[in-house]
């Protein structure tokens, strides 16, 4: 399972940018796709999540700002994030909790991380 993740960048406090992610891995069904982000120094934290059902879950300090969506095979996922503020410059990992058909367990997988800066 690879995921690859893109999007991030550098822009001004106020602006908008879209992270997206997409996983690969023939027969690999994905649960859970998931945006971390984390800073120097400190552990990764969760942004924002969508179940294969579509339900989503967010961190109180991006609700109302951001977006997380997928697309309909659950191969990709994007995290719209609007507003932006100088405290959500930090890398951002994407992440999907799924499994193959053989295998018994979910497991997690995480992808490269894209800098997101914005700057005051």
Known sequence: VQLQACGGGVVQAGGSLRLSCAVSGSGFGTN???????????QRDLVASITDDGSTTYVDSV????????????????????NL?????????CNVVGRFPQQRIRNSYW??????????
């Not at 859970?32 to 400190?42: A, E, N």
């Not at 609700?63 to 609007?82: H, P």
């Not at 503020?85 to 990992?93: M, S």
């Open 32 to 42: 859970v796709m998931g945006w971390y982000r984390q800073t120097p120094g400190k």
């Open 85 to 93: 503020k100088p405290e959500d410059t930090a890398v951002y990992y």
């Open 63 to 82: 609700k109302g700002r951001s977006t997380i969506s997928r697309d309909n095979a659950g191969n990709r996922w994007y995290l719209q994030m609007n």
């Open 111 to 120: 992808g490269q991380g894209t800098q997101v800066t914005v700057s005051s």
